[in-house]
Nanobody, 115 residues
Framework: QVQLVESGGGLVQPGESLRLSCAAS????????MAWYRQAPGKQRELVAS???????NYADSVKGRFSISRDNAENTVFLQMHSLKPEDTAVYYC?????????WGQGTQVTVSS
């Protein structure tokens, strides 16, 4: 089993920044993909950004140029740095790890962007 623990969510004003973290533990391997998804009320969960164990990244068009995903392989942690936040970024953000052919999800952390 793989456990994921997210942190860093909160309430911010439009234009501000926030950094999310997700720490993985348990039966993890070096070959994996980590990603951030988000789900706003009444909407489907969507991919925000992903990063492979080798460092390749992908971003949703809506966050390109504002969000940055990175990872610390030694600490098995993935980060999502969010800048220039907008009200439409408000959602529960979930960390996901693909490892050994399975997807593992964190419990989610709320991000609210409001003035």
């Amino acid at each position: 089993q793989v456990q994921l623990v997210e942190s860093g969510g909160g309430l911010v004003q439009p234009g501000e920044s926030l950094r999310l973290s997700c720490a993985a533990s348990g039966s993890i391997t070096k070959i994996n993909v980590m990603a951030w998804y988000r789900q706003a009320p009444g909407k489907q969960r969507e991919l925000v950004a992903s990063i492979y164990s080798g460092g390749t990244t992908n971003y949703a068009d809506s966050v390109k140029g504002r969000f940055s995903i990175s990872r610390d392989n030694a600490e098995n942690t993935v980060f999502l740095q969010m800048h220039s936040l907008k009200p439409e970024d408000t959602a529960v953000y979930y960390c996901k790890r693909w490892d050994k052919g399975r997807d593992y999800w964190g419990q989610g952390t709320q991000v609210t962007v409001s003035s």
